[in-house]
């Protein structure tokens, strides 16, 4: 079944009189159907701790059990009520209850298509039968003479199509192709210049959020692969910046919003502050093997150190999540091992260890939050593990050390073979940068400092107070790379060979 058709009936028991007011009843549903590919493995204890986050230690499996119940019976009086007419049933089968080889069930929820009963389509009992009429036998004579009447009505279908095709195609709308913003509005154009249509915003366009300009905040192509481009707008407005999270927009050709998506969510982690997050960088994936596209986003909390990656799909609706601790400011999208699929390269920081990361995640397992064994202070909760293919560390330099609390890697691009990081080193003058250098497994293949670096370098350190010089001992240190998943062990990564 299509994940997105079982999404919406979820939504549609979450919007549900039976569940109005039951929100742990509503958190239940929603994370036991997040988990439905992981359910084989589902412990209660993991349940129990997003239930009850903040009392997961005090709580029973019989608690589990009365809340599985109670969503239970909310489920089946919407479907004996207001659902009896969906086409799509979700059952909590009893876990206690032996399966037919004697094991104890492991399935959480099922979903599944409304079988309806042949004798419910029959006529009622007793009831007149509909007559059936039998066509009389053709005769020869009269199949000669419909031969040529059915070639005609064929070659008249063909033209038909042909013409309407062609009326199509002279009638096919102008494909949106770039923006501007002009102070409160918003201009769409053609790939002639032509303007196609134009949306105003009372509360403007925050600056700072545009500073890069608008080319990186929207996206121009065919999201559903229907032969209709859209248009994705990156909104954030002007007017308190700071109090409103950044807004996902996606309008037609035509310039007709078709739905809204917003980041992040409320955390314990972060009580008490308000759930603002920036999307600090989106993508969207090719469609391969007849899925569709996904569109991919990395946002931060603001002030804090959560970050959200999500996969979204081309309607709106969150399709996953990862969780980090430390802004990931940057992401490329990139088929790394040529199997058609594209990774996520996303880079930032680690607030657990105040240093430059790079994460990498298969888009087919994004979910779980990053491990935090350094500073559980730090930790996400209520989302199990992360599954990264691949998180390093990138060491800080002397004088990263000495002048920030932290370096950060910039945003990773991929040409060939290659694989190229910068990681910002200091701000003491621009592009003070190190650079990464990895082959598509990632394999170090080599580290250099910028000439931005090394005269930001030289200055901070040869003053008449004494100092050093960068040295070839400073610049070997650079490969001292740590990685925290997808290397087997918690080892440095070693250069290739």
Not at 345 to 370: C, E, K, W
Not at 461 to 478: C, I, R, T, V
Request: charged letters at 25%; glycine letters at 8%; hydrophobic letters at 35%.
């Amino acid at each position: 079944m299509d994940r997105h058709t079982a999404r919406d009936q979820v939504e549609r028991l979450l919007n549900s009189e039976e569940l109005a007011g039951k929100d742990q009843l509503k958190k239940l549903l929603d994370f036991l159907f997040k988990s439905m590919e992981l359910q084989a493995v589902l412990k209660p204890g993991r349940v129990i701790k997003e239930l009850w986050p903040d009392q997961a230690e005090t709580k029973r499996s019989s608690d589990l059990a009365t809340e599985m119940s109670r969503l239970r019976r909310a489920l089946e009086c919407y479907y004996n009520g207001p659902g009896k007419a969906d086409g799509i049933v979700i059952h909590l089968p009893s876990r206690a209850r032996p399966a037919q080889n004697g094991a104890r069930g492991n399935r959480w929820i099922t979903i599944e298509l409304r079988r309806v009963a042949a004798e419910e389509a029959a006529p009622e009992t007793g009831a007149a039968p509909h007559p059936v009429e039998i066509a009389p036998p053709v005769t020869p004579h009269e199949r000669k003479t419909q031969r040529p009447r059915i070639w005609w009505i064929g070659a008249m279908a063909v033209i038909a199509i042909l013409v309407y095709a062609a009326v199509r195609l002279l009638a096919q709308n102008p494909v949106p192709s770039s923006g501007r913003i002009d102070g409160t509005v918003l201009s769409i154009f053609d790939s002639k210049g032509k303007e196609l249509w134009r949306k105003g915003f009372p509360n403007g366009f925050w600056q700072d959020y545009y500073s890069k300009g608008l080319a990186t905040r929207i996206w121009f192509g065919d999201l559903n692969d229907d032969g209709n481009a859209e248009v994705l707008l990156l909104y954030y407005p002007a007017v308190n910046p700071t109090s409103h999270s950044t807004m996902l927009i996606c309008y037609s050709d035509r310039g007709e919003e078709k739905w809204r998506w917003t980041p992040g969510r409320a955390l314990p982690e972060i009580s008490g502050s308000p759930t603002v997050f920036s999307i600090a960088a989106f993508g969207v994936t090719k469609p391969r093997n007849h899925q569709p596209r996904r569109i991919v986003l990395s946002s931060n909390h603001f002030p804090y150190y959560p970050n959200q990656i999500a996969m979204v799909s081309p309607d709106g609706k969150t399709i996953s999540e990862y969780w980090h601790s430390g802004h990931l400011d940057y992401m490329t999208l990139a088929d790394l091992d040529g199997d058609g699929r594209e990774e996520i390269i996303a880079t930032g920081i680690s607030n657990g260890y105040h240093q430059a990361t790079m994460v990498v995640l298969d888009p087919d397992r994004v979910f779980g939050a990053s491990t935090e064994a350094e500073r559980p202070e730090i930790q996400l909760h209520g989302m199990g593990t992360g599954k990264e293919q691949l998180r390093i560390l990138l060491p800080r330099s002397d004088l990263n050390r000495a002048t920030l609390v932290y370096n950060r890697a910039l945003e990773a691009s991929v040409d060939r073979d290659r694989i190229q990081v910068p990681v910002r080193e200091c701000e003491l003058v621009p592009d003070c940068d190190v650079f990464y250098e990895f082959d598509k497994s990632f394999n170090l293949l080599s580290t250099k400092a910028s000439d931005a670096f090394r005269s930001a370098h030289t200055e901070f350190y040869l003053k008449p107070s004494g100092g050093h010089a960068f040295d070839q001992n400073e610049e070997n240190a650079f490969r001292n790379i740590r990685c925290l998943a997808g290397c087997g062990s918690n080892l440095f990564l070693r250069p290739s060979r």
